[in-house]
């Protein structure tokens, strides 16, 4: 599991954390998804209890992840500020997260998903991807480029942490109401 851990670590992080914080996560949440009480017994500072909607691994790599690879808000121009903040001021965005304020949850995302797939060409583009339950925020996100997407998936469903890309996920919830 540490493997598949680290490489999907790997690829959520598109290069924002270095190999051996990427590898030092992946292993600490492998040890917490191998034997979750020896886990908090040998780490009696971490906050998790039975209560939280998650596996204690799923909730290292969570919590470990930087703010400039794991986005949290609870509107979308807010999480989108997020998402232009993590790449710099040498990335200039077409749109602006106050262009999102009164927009509908779908346009917001849709406008958000154009936007990302302009950048990074050899790479096909970003995806915004939801990932993992979000504990304290409505909203809770990464960024995959787009031609690792499909292995993104694969390895979140082989590790069981939710994550599926965040406009078509909206869509089929609003197809369904």
């Known amino acids: 599991m540490k493997a598949q851990l680290e490489e999907l670590i790997g690829k959520i992080s598109s290069g924002c954390m270095p190999p051996e914080d990427i590898a030092r996560i992946a292993d600490e949440a492998a040890q917490a998804y191998a034997d979750p009480q020896a886990f908090l017994h040998a780490n009696p500072d971490i906050n998790y209890d039975d209560s939280f909607p998650i596996p204690l691994g799923e909730w290292v790599v969570v919590g470990s992840l930087p703010d400039t690879v794991l986005f949290q808000a609870d509107s ?65 996100a990464v960024l995959v480029y787009r031609n690792d997407l499909e292995r993104v998936l694969a390895l979140a469903v082989e590790i069981g942490i939710y994550a599926a890309p965040a406009y078509e996920a909206l869509k089929a919830a609003q197809a369904e109401d």
């Open 76 to 140: 979308y121009d807010a999480l989108f500020q997020q998402v232009v903040d993590s790449f710099g001021p040498e990335v200039s965005f077409v749109l602006k997260p106050k262009q999102l304020v009164k927009v509908e949850a779908l346009k917001a995302l849709n406008r958000i998903q154009v936007q990302l797939a302009s950048l990074s060409p050899e790479t096909a583009g970003y995806v915004l991807v939801d990932f993992s339950e979000p504990l304290d925020d409505d909203l809770q």
